[in-house]
């Protein structure tokens, strides 16, 4: 069966040709008779305004049957047909023509068409309810309640206007049609109105057009209620494929707005299509919008039409994939108003959705909860943005149902006020970008409950994360395997970026990282970053894989769980080394190393960085025996057991503990700019070596027997301990030559060193 517009298109064009036509209007239809100048009934209506005729309707009840219409202004030359007082109207829709719909209108305005100078020419003709109240029913199938149909023809309603229909494709009030001119188009204009549907696509409010009408529905006060598949409470849209002439947006204007709907893919707000203008939703109102369906969206914006809501706005939805608000396909949506509630209940049912190029836009103070599997609070994708520069609070709860998730090339989420987010659920990470997305923010707080990889931020394949003001980070998720912790800040893959001001992170979970970047990834920091973990193998800061983690700006990085180092390294043994730099920070590991290198090619670089081992633990462990295991966040890399590579440079550097190399690593260690070494190296296997150099301003407190593999030595050595011997492995040259030593053991040192 081809569709209600595309008959109605060349139906039409057919009729222009002969003087009685049978016209199809979204599958209704209607005989266009020869004028006839007539007040009251008629063939066509109850009660009927025709042939040019101003007629005033007393009547307080006008019921129409057969074939009929109860109110009807058309044909000829434009009719006016005023109702002053309060009216009950209906029709029971039967069946004409043998058509397999009802196809009656309660109250029908439509357009007088005639040929002038070889053009089709549009008259509008006009109903006015001038009453208190106005009822309108109908109850068959493709029964609409107010039609005002081409040209411009209008429908005013100034009092309050009830409207129910019960039937499929009944709609309460329809605005259709084409004009011969962009300036004009049919309309209807409502003062108060309360409108209830039961039917499949049932629309409460539905606008569309054809050719170059400007179609438009107004209501200042609309509390829409629909039951039905596909039933929407308010839609605007275009008939884009007809007539080869210049086709406009339809508009639908409210004020203050109630609508609830319950069925499948049934829309709140459903705006769709632009030719050469948009179609448009406005809403200017408090709104309150709820829908219960399987895909029922609570505001839709489809191929670049428009949703304007500068007011309040509240938006529920229940159902899976019924997201509250998205925009697609170049669709926009405005939130303008100061507040804006979002709630969605159901698998997949994401708070704000940007896709294929949609955008929404929100300047208010946004809240968005959800409550289901991958429910993500604020979604981007293909291209979609989301921009928000209102405060915005996103809660969610389910298995992976990210707070904000960017995902693709161009796709952007960002807020320039303040932005706090909550996530309760597996896999659930606050902030999310994958793929080249994007994610920008200013102040920030995020707290994230769940069980396993729930990040604080994760920028993934080229993601792309800035926080610009202070972030607030905590995990508190616990985890049920090794190496599912719930990171703080994390990155992975080449490309992939995150960029912090200032911010004060914490992790409780085991196995969760302050910071961590792996696979060509790079987190930066410029203001003061704190770091505290509490769980088991929980480091501060863990980088691999030609990653880099650069902190510049000041802080402590403190851990208090077993195993959880301040610093931990690990990766490939070659290729682009991994780096580690801390400028200004003091670094405190209660129950494990200050840092652990195990395996990979890794640099660390400290700047005024002071750092003192706990009794039992060391400054550095160089130990290819414990890599990472290749599961969850660390899928995308491969971590197995290898050498250590490790240049460690430290300038103006107070650094406590002691140092332990395995046999087959490599580590390079540099004291530059009055740094201090306090402890011992290699005190345990004389086999294990390190290269070390001092400046002239840099000096080793040498606290028991240690061995250097090289000894450039330009600064100051002291032996803590009489009888400590220091073992070098190669020739190792001081200024001119000559090692400069401190010590009463000068003499004792040429005796046990090896060259």
Request: net charge negative; with cysteine; charged share 10%.
């Amino acid at each position: 069966t081809p569709s209600p517009s595309i008959v109605t298109h060349k139906l039409s064009r057919i009729a222009a040709s002969v003087t009685m036509a049978v016209l199809t209007t979204l599958g209704s239809l209607f005989i266009a008779t020869q004028a006839q100048a007539a007040c009251g009934p008629s063939t066509q209506a109850s009660y009927a305004a025709t042939g040019g005729d101003t007629c005033v309707a007393n009547g307080t009840s006008y019921n129409a049957t057969g074939t009929q219409n109860a109110l009807y202004a058309d044909h000829a030359s434009p009719s006016i047909l005023t109702v002053s007082n309060s009216v009950n109207l209906s029709t029971d829709g039967v069946n004409p023509f043998g058509a397999p719909y009802g196809y009656r209108y309660v109250v029908w305005a439509g357009d007088s068409d005639g040929y002038s100078n070889g053009q089709l020419i549009y008259h509008g003709s006009q109903i006015n309810l001038l009453g208190a109240e106005n009822i309108i029913n109908s109850s068959t199938i493709g029964s609409y309640g107010l039609v005002a149909d081409s040209g411009d023809a209008r429908i005013t309603a100034t009092g309050k206007t009830v409207i129910t229909t019960k039937g499929d494709l009944a709609h309460a009030v329809y605005a259709t049609g084409a004009s011969q001119s962009p300036a004009t188009g049919a309309g209807v204009i409502l003062n108060q109105v309360i409108i209830n549907t039961s039917g499949a696509g049932a629309h409460g409010l539905f606008a569309n057009n054809s050719q170059r009408a400007k179609n438009f529905i107004r209501a200042n006060d609309a509390d829409i209620t629909t039951s039905g598949a596909g039933a929407h409470g308010a839609y605007a849209t275009i008939v884009t494929s007809c007539c080869g002439q210049g086709i406009y947006g339809t508009t639908i204007d409210l004020g203050k707005t109630t609508i609830n709907t319950s069925g499948n893919q049934a829309y709140g707000l459903f705006s769709e299509n632009k030719a050469e203008t948009a179609s448009s939703i406005n809403v200017s109102g408090p709104t309150i919008i709820n829908t219960t369906g399987v895909g029922s969206f609570g505001l839709y914006a489809l191929s670049q039409a428009v949703i304007n809501a500068s007011n309040d706005l509240s938006v529920t939805t229940k159902g899976s994939t019924a997201t509250a608000v998205l925009a697609s396909a170049s669709g926009q949506i405005n939130l303008t108003g100061n507040t804006s509630l979002i709630n969605t209940e159901g698998l997949l049912a994401h708070g704000l959705h940007a896709t294929n190029s949609g955008q929404i836009t929100s300047s208010n103070n946004l809240t968005i909860n959800t409550l289901g599997s991958s429910a993500k609070g604020i979604l981007a994708n293909t291209a979609g943005k989301v921009m928000s520069t209102g405060n915005l609070n996103v809660t969610t709860q389910g298995t992976e149902a990210y707070g904000l998730n960017a995902i693709g090339n161009q796709s952007q989420v960002s807020n320039s006020a303040m932005t706090t987010i909550t996530t309760h659920g597996t896999d659930a990470n606050g902030v999310f970008a994958q793929n080249s997305g994007q994610v920008s923010l200013n102040a920030t707080q995020i707290k994230t409950t769940g069980i396993n990889y729930a990040q604080g931020i994760l920028a993934e394949t080229g993601g792309q994360i800035t926080v610009s003001g202070h972030a607030q980070i905590d995990t508190t998720g616990l985890t049920d395997a090794a190496w599912k912790g719930s990171e703080a800040v994390a990155a992975t893959g080449t490309g992939s970026r995150v960029t912090l001001n200032s911010a004060e992170l914490s992790t409780a979970g085991d196995y969760s990282t302050g910071v961590v970047a792996f696979g060509g990834s790079t987190i930066n920091a410029s203001g003061i970053v704190n770091i505290a973990t509490t769980g088991q193998n929980a480091n501060g800061v863990m980088v691999g894989q030609a990653a880099n983690i650069n902190l510049l700006g000041g802080g402590k990085v403190h851990t208090s769980g077993k195993d959880s180092s301040t610093i931990r390294v690990s990766g490939n043994a070659s290729g682009t080394p991994s780096l580690v730099r801390l400028d200004n920070y003091t670094l405190q590991a209660d129950n494990a190393n200050i840092i652990d290198a195990n395996g990979g090619n890794n640099n660390i670089a400290f700047n005024n960085v002071i750092a003192q081992a706990a009794t039992g633990q060391l400054l550095l462990d160089a130990n290819d025996g414990a890599a990472l295991a290749s599961t969850g966040f660390y899928d995308a890399v491969t971590l197995t057991p290898n050498a250590v590579q490790l240049d460690f440079k430290a300038s103006n550097s107070n650094l406590s503990g002691d140092i332990e190399t395995s046999a087959d690593s490599t580590v390079d260690m540099t004291l530059n700019n009055q740094s201090l070494l306090t402890g011992k190296i290699n005190n345990v296997n004389a086999t294990n070596m390190l290269d070390l150099s001092l400046d002239s301003t840099s000096r080793w407190n040498m606290t028991g027997n240690s061995f250097v593999q090289n000894l450039n030595n330009a600064g100051t050595i002291y032996w803590q301990n009489l009888g400590n011997p220091l073992t070098l492995n190669a020739t190792s040259p001081g200024p001119a030559g000559n090692p400069r030593l401190v010590t009463p053991w000068v003499v004792f040192f040429f005796l046990t060193a090896t060259s």
